[in-house]
């Protein structure tokens, strides 16, 4: 019987992962938080979770079978995460044609206008928050209290106490919006204005207790540190991700906001609050990890965690915007092939045992 040698392309080794299987563990980590937001903004964190996975699993169906004229992609969980990421990004009393929008424009732009999933350039979650923060600033900033803080759980089952309308009434500025209001009562100090010190401006806002538990206003992304962090344990344990790009961003972050501090308390706050206040932890976490639009060796990541961190840093700090996650993924993504070509892994066989 003759023997055949067969020649076929890597990998040659399988793991046993699949895309299907990846997504679900990201969605199994996601738990924790929207549970959190669930509890903290009633029904509508449900809502909003709906609206924005059922339009991206939409798009990339409709996109796949008439435009593309190949076989749907839906079913391996990739559109149903980036809505799951894209809801966790916006106020829970969003207008739904908003939110129905940027979730087409981050299926249909940000993924399917490369090829699908494993060409995208940039996070697609990311591209629809970045639409949205741009095209409907007023909307995409106008952040709900949680039920639980204003003491009206009873309308944990209300959809109309989710609505812009009722939510008017209801709204507050998020810890980095305070730091934001803080770094301007800076710069009129330093006219000679007579102006709140930082201490006391925080002091109105949430602790850092309050920012682990969810207890402040932001977006279902922003209030639940200690849940994102849940998560990040179980992915770490899962082997789904490494901890050297959220780490880096982490720890990055917490170098240079902690050295502002140290230079300036009096302008500029600890680096604690600013770990835990806004979507870092979410991005650098659930985001800034994506498989497709992170670099492929640990060197790479390290690297692009450390931008991603000062990035964030430069635009909270000195930017108009008082969050700088989403911008500062976005443009570590278009670096990522210039990373891996500078930090490329050793090929097999070029170091060879004497």
């Known amino acids: 019987m003759s023997k055949l040698l067969v020649v076929s392309p890597s990998p040659h080794i399988h793991s046993g992962n699949t895309i299907d299987k990846l997504m679900f563990d990201v969605l199994i980590a996601l738990i924790p938080a929207f549970l959190v937001s669930l509890w903290m903004f009633g029904i509508g964190a449900l809502y909003v979770t709906l609206v924005s ?87 995409m900033t106008s952040w709900p209290l949680p039920i639980v803080s204003r003491w009206d759980v009873g309308n944990f089952f209300n959809f109309g106490a989710c609505s812009p309308e009722y ?92 050295i502002l501090w140290w230079v300036h308390p009096d302008w500029y706050a600890n680096p604690l609050y ?22 492929m060796t640990t060197r790479g990541m390290l690297v692009f965690g450390v931008g991603t961190g000062i990035i964030t840093v430069v635009i909270r700090v000195f930017g108009a915007y008082p969050e700088g996650v989403s911008f500062a993924i976005l443009i570590m993504n278009a670096f990522v092939p210039l990373i891996n070509t500078c930090f490329k892994p050793e090929r097999f066989g070029s170091k060879l045992k004497q």
């Open 274 to 295: 600013h770990v835990l206040a806004g979507g870092l932890l979410l991005g650098a976490i659930f985001m800034a990890t994506d498989y497709v639009t992170s670099p």
């Open 167 to 258: 939510i008017d009434t209801y709204t507050g500025a998020t810890p980095l919006g305070m730091l934001k209001e803080s770094a301007q009562s800076a710069a009129d100090a330093s006219s000679g204005a007579s102006v709140e010190s930082l201490s006391d401006m925080l002091s109105r806002g949430p602790s850092i207790l309050d920012m682990l538990l969810g207890n402040m206003g932001g977006s279902m992304g922003e209030v639940a540190s200690g849940a994102l962090l849940l998560g990040f344990a179980y992915l770490l344990i899962r082997k789904v991700i490494t901890w050297h790009i959220p780490v880096s961003i982490i720890f990055t972050t917490a170098i240079f906001t902690g």
């Open 53 to 139: 996975v059922g339009f991206c699993v939409l798009t990339e169906w409709i996109i796949a079978k008439y435009l593309l004229k190949q076989p749907s992609t839906i079913t391996n969980g990739s559109a149903v995460v980036t809505g799951v990421l894209l809801a966790f990004n916006v106020p829970t009393n969003i207008p739904f044609w908003i939110l129905a929008l940027g979730a087409i424009i981050a299926i249909g732009v940000g993924k399917m206008t490369f090829g699908g999933l494993g060409n995208n350039p940039f996070n697609p979650a990311l591209v629809g928050r970045v639409f949205m923060l741009i095209s409907f600033p007023v909307q």
